[in-house]
């Protein structure tokens, strides 16, 4: 292929791509439609979800660690969705900055805890040999510490791979707190009840993106079903080497990090 | 409330040292917590003292029998409240017992705690009791009177063949009860030795290291509440019972300090990734409570007294005070023990890169106050209980006088 030819094919290929995001937009729309013209005279019994399989899906994260720049939108975003108090120390997901120095020293920092301790401490530029963001949330792990310890059942793995707690069921004895290694979990000062990110579950079910993948700019966090071949998160998957946090603890994270460094905890 | 949470944890933030996961600043597990395995320790440790008389045969520790089973009994009964008041919905405590989880080793907590109190401790008091109840039951009046025979069950028989099988009853209870009391115990060790992301905790002795502290504190402080009660009602100690129990008070110590050593030496030697922050969380977190009031203050110091009083020939004044001494440190150092686990497992990071501070409430629902009321109130429990409940047995009381 010539240079001339290459050309012209983008020509037609961005296009053509724009209109088969139009077309497959209108097919959304018009299944959506017809799922809530369906539930209305179904009534209570059957509420609109009831389109969506859980059985058919099984969620994972995808981070491209060379991707993030650091913005906190997806923090900003998460807050907003999910309510989420906005004091610098409840999180759902949170953005770690790492700096790797000269002599083999780390420093890293909460971006989203102004704390005295998190301050900017200025480098001498000659001695940061590398520096990166490390996006942080609940790895929805396939063995849970979580809820394995969990005394009324109130944190649970559904089908489609997304752990969630029940707030109404909880009794806020925090021992799921005390087992998550990740510290993914705090406890909601309102409900008094454990907390942590679901995936924006409420948005998934209804084929929408987790709140914090939708706004990143840099599209540093991919969502998707490791269940359909053609989800971006298995192209993901296939495509990068892939590193999960504290491997060695057997909690099986399906958050995925590409170019993970070591150093990371 | 949300308010103030949130301005307590904010200045919290100044007080954090290197990199922490922004969530856990929160102290979760607070002094209630520290108290509850103070407390179910103490009930483990008066019962298995009580279990060398009627087991093992152990008939010098006779006198403290009845009020070991009385301590168990007392803070038995409180040992649920911390736990309860820590909740962040306590109206919802009862789905524990409803829907419990079975991979969770806390759900167990009800059964366990139910067997425990049903199962072993009353009953062996109601039969180590009955006869007594039956015939204070005949002499008092009123009110008096009345609880006494609503105590007994309404049981009148003292026969000899009523009282064997009461022996009897109250052995096979002693046989289970102490794998029962084993349970109860190591189980709370359990809760926190497998927590596999807490490298302070994760630890198989866990369980055991708790019973033997269990055992140290029960009966250092069913040695207290002799000594103090005896005093109280200006009644001769009996020193036979006073030296043989300081002697298995030294024994368990010596095994409880062998088994934290071990559980020091092997992290150390094994020196796996959370070492580091371990060392640090040491000496900069737990100095004091570890190494000044656990291991000086609440072993190596109570262990000096206790051979100092075996192997020189006091006399009886100096060795009830050299007593009293050792188990009141003994005390404060099991205390220790459960502050330094509960409290200093929750103030390093789990990314291992840092320091949390713990800042105790004074007045609030998790703070000083209420767990000093929750420290005291057992012993309340303990002075009304010994009213109702005669610590000695009454043919034994109606002898001396006699002779």
């Known amino acids: ?265 | 409330m949300i308010e103030t949470s949130g301005q307590r944890l904010g200045e919290l933030l100044e007080h954090i040292t290197g990199f922490i996961y922004p969530n856990e600043i929160e102290i979760h597990w607070s002094i209630l917590i520290v108290v509850y395995p103070y407390v179910t320790g103490l009930v483990a440790g008066a019962f298995i003292l009580a279990s060398l008389v009627k087991i093992f045969n152990v008939k010098a520790l006779q006198p403290t029998y009845r009020l070991s089973l009385l301590t168990a009994l007392a803070f038995l009964l409180v040992a649920p409240l911390p736990l309860l008041l820590h909740l962040g919905r306590p109206e919802r405590f009862y789905e524990i017992l409803l829907t419990p989880n079975v991979t969770s080793a806390m759900a167990m907590f009800g059964f366990v705690y139910a067997w425990y109190l049903m199962g072993v401790l009353l009953l062996e008091i109601w039969f180590e009791y009955r006869r007594d109840l039956v015939v204070l039951a005949g002499q008092g009046r009123g009110l008096v009177r009345q609880i006494h025979r609503a105590l007994s069950l309404y049981s009148t028989d003292v026969s000899e063949a009523a009282l064997a099988f009461d022996r009897k009853a109250i052995r096979a209870i002693t046989v289970i009860g102490i794998p029962s009391a084993f349970l109860l115990h190591g189980y709370v060790g359990f809760i926190f030795g497998s927590v596999k992301a807490n490298p302070w905790w994760s630890s198989v002795l866990m369980p055991i290291v708790f019973l033997m502290s269990a055992i140290v504190s029960g009966i250092a402080m069913v040695i207290f509440l002799y000594m103090v009660l005896t005093a109280l009602r200006k009644e001769p100690l009996d020193m036979l019972c006073l030296d043989t129990v300081t002697s298995y008070l030294f024994y368990a110590v010596i095994v409880d300090f062998s088994l934290e050593a071990l559980d020091f030496i092997h992290r150390l030697y094994e020196s796996e990734e959370s070492v580091g922050i371990l060392a640090k969380l040491i000496t900069d977190k737990l100095f004091m409570s570890l190494l000044v009031l656990q291991i000086l203050l609440g072993m190596f110091i109570p262990l000096g007294i206790l051979v100092l009083a075996k192997a020189r020939q006091f006399n009886e004044d100096m060795r009830k005070m050299l007593y009293f001494t050792a188990v009141i440190l003994i005390q404060l150092g099991i205390f220790a023990t459960r502050w330094n686990v509960v409290i200093g497992g929750q103030l390093f990071s789990k990314s291992f890169r840092g320091l949390m501070t713990y800042k105790m409430e004074g007045m609030g629902i998790e703070g000083l106050l209420l767990s000093l009321v929750l420290l005291a109130a057992p012993f309340v429990l303990l002075a009304v209980l010994v009213r109702i409940l005669p610590t000695r047995r009454l043919e034994d009381q109606v002898a001396p006088a006699r002779s």
């Open chain 1, 1 to 265: 292929m010539n240079k001339r030819d290459f050309l012209k094919g983008m020509i037609l290929f961005f296009p053509a791509g724009g209109l088969l995001e139009m077309a497959a937009n209108a097919a959304a729309k018009e299944t959506a439609a017809t799922d809530a013209a369906g539930a209305q005279p179904a009534a209570k019994g059957a509420p609109a979800a009831s389109a969506y399989n859980g059985d058919k899906h099984y969620y994972g994260m995808g981070i491209e660690i060379d991707k993030c720049i650091g913005c906190s939108r997806c923090v900003e975003a998460c807050k907003a969705e999910n309510d989420v108090p906005q004091e610098p120390f409840y999180f759902r997901t949170w953005i770690e900055r790492y700096v790797i120095t000269k002599d083999h020293g780390v420093i890293v920092e909460s971006i989203n805890v102004k704390g005295k301790a998190a301050k900017e401490t200025p480098q001498e530029d000659r001695d940061v040999i590398r520096t990166f963001f490390v996006p942080k949330l609940c790895n929805h792990c396939i063995h849970p510490p979580c809820v394995q310890v969990c005394p009324v059942g109130a944190t649970f793995s559904t089908k489609d791979g997304v752990v969630l707690v029940d707030s109404e069921r909880c009794v806020g004895c925090r021992y799921c707190i005390q087992a998550c290694p990740y510290g993914a979990r705090y406890l909601h000062p309102k409900t008094r009840t454990a907390d942590k990110c679901n995936f924006c579950y409420h948005r998934v079910v209804k084929g929408l993106l987790p709140a914090c993948v939708e706004v990143c700019p840099t599209q540093a966090r991919i969502f998707g079903d490791l269940k359909s071949k053609a989800s971006r998160l298995t192209r993901f998957y296939r495509m990068n080497k892939i590193h999960v946090l504290k491997p060695a603890l057997n909690t099986e994270p399906k958050v995925y990090y590409a170019g993970l460094d070591g150093e990371v905890r």
